[in-house]
């Protein structure tokens, strides 16, 4: 069965520093996705990232980066130059298969506020 | 252009009483889902629709829970006899080629 573990449920991190939030996954499938989502506190969810299990290098999309460590089955997000507006909830989720749809399997999450 | 959107907002209801929740996804999506997310936690699947495939059912923690896509496009979840366990908040998403599910603003049912 797929699992996705998000072990910190709060982190703090200064403005304008970076962060990592952790993400580990289990799945015994060759073929995969792993996603990362905010949610701010207004509810809705926010597209960050994707990683595919087979893409050679590690995701970026801005400030945002996967560190992708595929033999430890991990899928960390790494958030460069922390603004306030970053302070949200956190969820990795992953997806089995190639195919570019499928359901998400999300993990409990990581709320991340930043200091001023 | 328009997002996925939800309806009701808010969903109050007693225990017992049956509730449908609708989901209008962006237009030409092929891929539509429902989650579940209860208070403080990650989201839990319940459903995916794709095309004119059988849905995926996996996820419906019981038989009181059902859902139609009708015409590919609007979605509407349909829980009988709510309990008080049901109370969370509804997320549809739906998606086309891309890897990116787009989530609607919720629907928030509060079982009584």
């Known amino acids: 069965a797929q699992k996705i573990t998000q072990t910190q449920p709060g982190m703090f991190v200064q403005e304008k520093e970076a962060v990592t939030l952790d993400c580990t996954y289990d799945?015994?499938?060759?073929?995969?996705?792993l996603f990362w989502y905010k949610q701010p506190s207004s509810g809705e969810m926010i597209f960050l990232i994707y990683?595919?299990?087979?893409?050679?290098q590690n995701a970026t999309e801005g400030r945002y980066s996967l560190n992708f460590q595929k033999a430890r089955k991990s899928a960390n997000l790494v958030i460069s130059a922390s603004q306030l507006g970053d302070s949200a909830m956190y969820f990795c989720?992953?997806?089995?298969?190639?195919?570019?749809?499928?359901?998400?399997?999300f993990g409990q999450g990581t709320t991340l506020q930043v200091k001023p | 252009g328009a997002g996925v959107s939800q309806s009701p907002s808010n969903k109050v209801t007693e225990k017992g009483k049956d509730v449908e929740l609708r989901c209008d996804p962006i237009s030409g999506h092929t891929a539509l889902y429902w989650y579940r997310q209860s208070l403080g936690q990650g989201l839990e699947f319940l459903i995916y629709?794709?095309?004119?495939?059988?849905?995926?059912k996996s996820g419906l923690p019981s038989d009181r829970f059902s859902a139609e896509r009708t015409g590919g496009s609007v979605s509407t979840l349909t829980i009988q006899r709510t309990q008080q366990e049901d109370s969370a908040v509804y997320l549809c998403?739906?998606?086309?080629?891309?890897?990116?599910?787009?989530f609607g603003p919720g629907t928030r049912l509060t079982v009584l």
């Open positions: 998403a739906s998606s086309l080629r891309s890897n990116e599910q787009f």
């Open positions: 629709f794709q095309g004119n495939s059988a849905p995926d």
């Open positions: 990683q595919g299990s087979y893409d050679q």
């Open positions: 799945t015994s499938d060759p073929s995969y996705g």
């Open positions: 989720a992953m997806r089995r298969g190639s195919s570019n749809t499928g359901k998400l399997i």
